[in-house]
């Protein structure tokens, strides 16, 4: 069935450094979702990715959708502190009706 | 307020003790779902339901029972519930995520099952 690859599980980073995730599959994906889940809460969508090629910024977040739409990136320049937390991809699944996850990548701002 | 509710917030059970997790939404959304929260393992969809009396089965849902009787509610029942059902839970709902909507999640539902 349908799966969805998320690199890193984890990412320690100093404060004001860069943070990115990755999702990958190994087929061709009809759109992508992303999540924020903040520690002890529950996931907030953040965005979606139709087109191939997409390219989308939200403030200091920026998403992509890869040409073949098989891939899909978050980045996040200068990290603060309100940026901690989990960050999940999302694709469709088999049915339309199933969604998909990543695992996860964990966002960790180094003391 | 629109958003989803779940109860109880926090339960701890013992194996084998029928239990139900309620699940509701105020914004008149045609799909829910349920989901399962194992670290490492991301969120894994246990059942969802498209309309009132249409579910079907995710990817991890066996020791689980669904029903949808109104819209707006789509409660969880474990009927046997066993140790490796220990675990976070969360309810969604969406217009329908076929057509790409997002989706909205309950605050959580933290069980545990010794």
């Known amino acids: 069935g349908q799966q969805v690859m998320q690199i890193p599980q984890y990412q320690h980073v100093q404060e004001g450094e860069d943070f990115t995730t990755y999702c990958n599959s190994s087929?061709?994906?009809?759109?992508i979702q992303w999540y924020k889940q903040r520690p002890g809460g529950h996931p907030v969508f953040l965005i979606q990715l139709v087109k191939s090629g997409e390219v989308k910024k939200q403030k200091r977040l920026t998403f992509q959708f890869g040409e073949a739409k098989k891939n899909s990136s978050l980045h996040i320049t200068a990290t603060q502190t309100t940026d901690v937390g989990t960050y999940f991809c999302a694709i469709r699944g088999d049915s339309n009706y199933q969604l998909i996850w990543g695992a996860g990548t964990k966002l960790i701002i180094k003391p | 307020e629109a958003q989803v509710t779940q109860n109880p917030r926090y339960l701890i059970t013992v194996t084998g003790k029928k239990l139900t997790v309620t699940c509701s939404q105020n914004?008149?959304?045609?799909?829910m779902s349920w989901y399962r929260q194992d670290p490492g393992l991301g969120l894994r969809q246990i059942y969802y339901?498209?309309?009132?009396?249409?579910?079907d089965k995710g990817d991890v849902p066996e020791g689980y029972k669904v029903s949808r009787k109104e819209k707006r509610n789509f409660p969880l029942i474990l009927e046997s519930p066993s140790p490796n059902q220990t675990s976070l839970y969360f309810c969604?709902?969406?217009?329908?995520?076929?057509?790409?909507?997002?989706?909205?999640f309950g605050p959580g539902t933290r069980l545990t099952v010794t």
């Open positions: 914004m008149n959304h045609e799909y």
């Open positions: 969604a709902s969406s217009l329908s995520p076929g057509l790409g909507y997002e989706q909205y």
């Open positions: 339901s498209m309309n009132v009396e249409v579910t």
């Open positions: 087929t061709t994906l009809s759109n």
